[in-house]
C-alpha cells in the first residue's frame, strides 16, 4: 500500500483496544525484517529509521511497502528540533516527533507548537511528549525517573497548546535495558487517559513484561516504541552464528533479519494489531 501517516491507524487503534508498534531501524535488515512480519502478520506499522541517509530510507520504505497490504507509516523519532523535523518533512517522512521534553514546560510548548503548524501543513501527523522518558541505566535511581513522570492537569495543557496528534507519556517505561525491574504507574495512566483526548504513546518498551503491555493497551496505551529488544535479538544471532569458524557474511545479514523479524511478529501479536491491517 502506498505509505500513509500513523494519525488514522492510531486513532484506529485507541478505538479498537490494541497499540499500533514503532520498529527503529538503522539498517537494511532492519527495514526488511520489520515489514515482512508486518505482510505476514496483517498489522498496520510504523518504521523510525534511525542513521539512515533519509531520501535514501523514504525510497527505500515506500517501494517495500508498496508490495504488501498493510499500511506502513515512517515517522522521526525524537526529532530533536525544529531543523531535524523540517529535514524529515522534506524527505518524505509521514509523521514527526518532537522531542524536547527535558526542556521547561514554556519551551516544549512553543517548539512543539511551532512544529505542529508546520507539519500540519505539510500533511503530517506530530506527537510530542511532556514529562521524561529517561533512560534505563539510570533506573537504580527510581525517584529521579519518577519525578520526571507526566503530569495529568500538564499533560491536558500540553495537547490543547500545541495541537499534537499523539502523546508519548512518561509513566515508568525508559529506553534501553533496564537496572532492575520496570514499575509501570497504572494509576497515572488511568488518570491521563481520563483527561487527555489523543493516543498515548509508551516509550522505552524493552523489558516490560507482556501481561504489563496488555494492560498498558487496556488501560489507553495506543502505540508502543521498541528498538532494543531487536538490537539484542540480533546481537545474540551474530554471537551465535560467529561460532562458526566459516560463518558466511551473506548469512549474517539474513539471520538478523530472520530475528528482528521474530521479535517484531512477537511485539505486534502481544500489542493485539497483528490482524487489523
Ligand atoms: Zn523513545
Request: proline share 5%; no cysteine.
Amino acid at each position: 500500500m502506498p505509505l500513509q501517516s500513523m494519525v488514522p491507524m492510531l486513532k484506529a487503534a485507541q478505538k479498537g483496544g490494541y497499540a499500533v508498534g514503532l520498529f527503529d531501524v538503522h539498517t537494511l535488515e532492519g527495514v526488511m525484517g520489520v515489514l515482512e512480519a508486518a505482510a505476514e502478520l496483517h498489522s498496520p506499522v510504523i518504521v523510525a529509521p534511525m542513521g539512515m541517509p533519509r531520501k535514501a530510507a523514504v525510497a527505500l520504505i515506500r517501494e517495500l511497502a508498496d508490495r504488501i497490504p498493510v499500511p506502513v507509516a515512517i515517522e522521526l523519532d525524537h526529532g530533536r528540533d525544529f531543523a531535524s523535523v523540517m529535514d524529515a518533512i522534506a524527505a518524505g517522512f509521514t509523521d514527526v516527533m518532537l522531542d524536547v521534553s527535558t526542556r521547561p514546560y514554556e519551551e516544549n510548548v512553543a517548539q512543539t507548537k511551532k512544529v505542529v503548524e508546520a507539519a500540519h501543513y505539510a500533511g503530517l501527523g506530530v506527537e510530542g511528549e511532556i514529562g521524561h522518558v529517561g533512560r534505563g541505566d539510570a533506573y537504580d535511581r527510581f525517584e529521579e525517573v519518577r519525578a520526571a513522570f507526566t503530569q495529568p492537569e500538564e499533560a491536558v495543557r500540553f495537547v490543547s497548546e500545541t495541537g499534537v496528534d499523539a502523546l508519548a507519556i512518561a509513566i515508568g517505561s525508559a529506553h534501553g535495558v533496564y537496572k532492575g525491574e520496570p514499575k509501570l504507574d497504572f494509576e497515572r495512566l488511568q488518570e491521563i487517559r481520563a483527561r487527555v483526548e489523543v493516543p498515548l504513546v509508551l516509550h522505552g518498551g524493552t523489558g516490560i513484561p507482556d501481561p504489563d503491555f496488555q494492560k498498558a493497551i487496556s488501560l489507553g496505551i495506543s502505540k508502543i516504541n521498541i528498538y532494543t529488544a531487536m538490537a539484542l535479538a540480533a546481537v545474540d544471532t551474530l554471537r551465535e552464528k560467529l561460532q562458526d569458524p566459516n560463518a558466511r557474511y551473506m548469512e549474517l545479514g539474513r539471520a538478523v533479519q530472520a530475528a528482528i523479524k521474530e521479535v517484531v511478529k512477537h511485539h505486534m501479536t502481544v500489542f493485539g494489531s497483528a490482524g487489523k491491517a
